[in-house]
């Protein structure tokens, strides 16, 4: 049996026409990235896609944690590195290392991801038995960065911002749900512009419950407590909640 | 002087994760892809922000025609090539390639581009004399797709479709306008999930007129006419036309 690569690192170039309005890599941008390269260094242990549409399985990504010095900016390099750090029977823990100026530059982040196994039709929890071997990709670096505490909204202390829609034709993956990134959107745009222009985002935390499909009403809500830490839930504007995000700048 | 690169090829792999929900790559992500490759060329032959700011100058996308026999598929590597066409003192026309399969694949598409240089204070158009030397990139190389024509909004015959909204933060591009990507959504965002499900997109053709800013009003206003022709106007709800767009559909 041919030795599986426990690592995974790409570089990307951050173009001017990829930078946010503060010249830097987007947040979204970065969600993007790593979901990308951990579906690609899925693929390449045998435990992408197609190797669980086998049992009529997908991932669905359950938690991410973004924790950075800095980000990126404008006509820098940056590099991504993933590792799993564990598994059981029904997620697997991926982390992720950043660095700028390329793969051999300096760390200015970590990420740490909990992608769950479902059954493609019910849309429960898979058993991941099949792929035990899963097990042989374990690496032994660590995160330095906490895991993601339960993400719980603070009280509304009457400034709650709201912003309200319906889920559209862009915001629908190849699952039919819609996408990570744009829940990470609406999350951010309920923070003005000035207050990244003013600060950075230190540490970002996102927790995702129930799917939303289109044509589904959403809901937004934010609250700053304590200052420069924004709490969002994403509803349906009743009793389900897509996900839960926790913002903290500096 | 030594000699400077006429034409930029790049490949991308398209991962589950950049799909949109017909399993393709995304209309507005061929759109990102098109921007960044005609930056990194313009950067390559010395035309680029760097250059440009000198003179106190950038370059604004104009306009934008995208003409395909299919979309890339999941799991599909594509790839572009970008030429220049012609430039004059005010703007320059770049054209693309797109293929299947990586560099050597199937053409499937071709992109038309229409770029003017502006002065980043007063945002009126720039004179381009000072990079005479664009002239030496101009490429023999022909486009088979026909330039843009005037986009016109047919009479609104009653079953107009109109969103509306304010732009935020993640809207937001390095120049503090709004993003080209963000208006394609927009405009994508107009016609339901199962016309694209069940039709594809033939040809797309934007037309950018005044730059919005944050916090400002959007109003896009969609007309079918004839059936599976759709023309989009994204105004200020006012006077102002940030975009015009028209998307032909197979």
Sequence with gaps: MSKV???LTRTWHLTAAGCNAQSRLPLPTLAQRVIELATDHANAIGVGYSRLILDGNAWVLSRLSIELSRFPAMHEDYSLTTWIEGFNRHFSA???????GGADGEVIGYIRSVWVAINIESRRPADLSSI???ATTVSERRCPIEPQP?????????????TEGVF???????NRHVNTIRYIDLILNNTPLDVYDNHRIARFDIAFSHEATFGEHWRA????EPALTFSTAVTDGADRTFCSARMIMK
């Design 5 to 7: 690569p426990t690592e």
């Design 94 to 100: 991926r982390n992720f290392e950043l660095r700028s």
């Design 132 to 134: 035990a071997h899963l």
């Design 150 to 162: 339960k993400l719980r909204m603070p009280a509304d202390n009457g400034s709650a911002v709201v």
């Design 168 to 174: 559209r034709a862009t915001d629908i993956d190849f």
């Design 221 to 224: 809500a934010t609250v700053e």
